[in-house]
């Protein structure tokens, strides 16, 4: 029998890169969040978001849908993932660490947002005035945005 080498056959793999889908560590992440009720201001419930992600090299491709007629807070990407610019994503990593993931030294994000029509969030205009930090709630209209944004490095 002849022994052929991985290079003959593929040449140098050298730079090779493997894309990881890591959909479920972000589902995890998402699904520890407590967003409000509207039905009872006193309890608190998980929101509802459909996620796709992905580990490229330092990149994390995600795309974050807050769907119509689910409750949110707000529709800032930070405040429901927990990642923020410029900071270290501790969360992120021990996550992707449970599931034998080895994130590089430093992560960048690349987020798209999709606000379906009829998602549901706090209206910061009309405070409750019979409930500190409540306000009304009201359906937007679609929307998309896009981010990117670094991890600090590690000390």
């Known amino acids: 029998m002849q022994k052929v080498s ?7 793999l050298g730079n090779l890169t493997m ?11 998402l699904a520890r969040n407590r967003g409000p009720n509207p039905v009872d201001p006193d309890a608190s419930q998980p929101p509802k978001y459909r996620v796709s992600a992905s580990l490229e090299d330092n990149i994390l491709d995600v795309v ?7 409750v949110y807070c707000c529709m800032e990407w930070g405040c429901h993932l927990s990642l923020f610019d410029g900071k270290r994503w501790v969360n992120l990593r021990q996550a992707l660490a449970a599931h034998d993931v080895v994130a590089p030294p ?4 690349r987020l ?6 009829g998602a549901v ?10 409930k500190k930090g409540w306000y009304a709630f009201a359906p937007v209209a679609m929307q998309k945005y ?4 670094g991890e600090a490095g590690s000390d």
Do not use: A, N, R
């Open 19 to 29: 894309t990881l889908d890591v959909t479920h560590v972000l589902e995890e992440m």
């Open 106 to 109: 430093s992560l960048q994000l």
């Open 146 to 149: 896009q981010v990117s944004s």
């Open 121 to 130: 969030f706090f209206d910061y205009s009309k405070p409750d005035p019979t």
């Open 64 to 70: 974050l849908t807050f769907q119509k007629d689910s």
């Open 6 to 12: 991985v290079e003959s056959l593929f040449g140098d």
């Open 112 to 117: 798209s947002c999709v606000i379906e029509d």
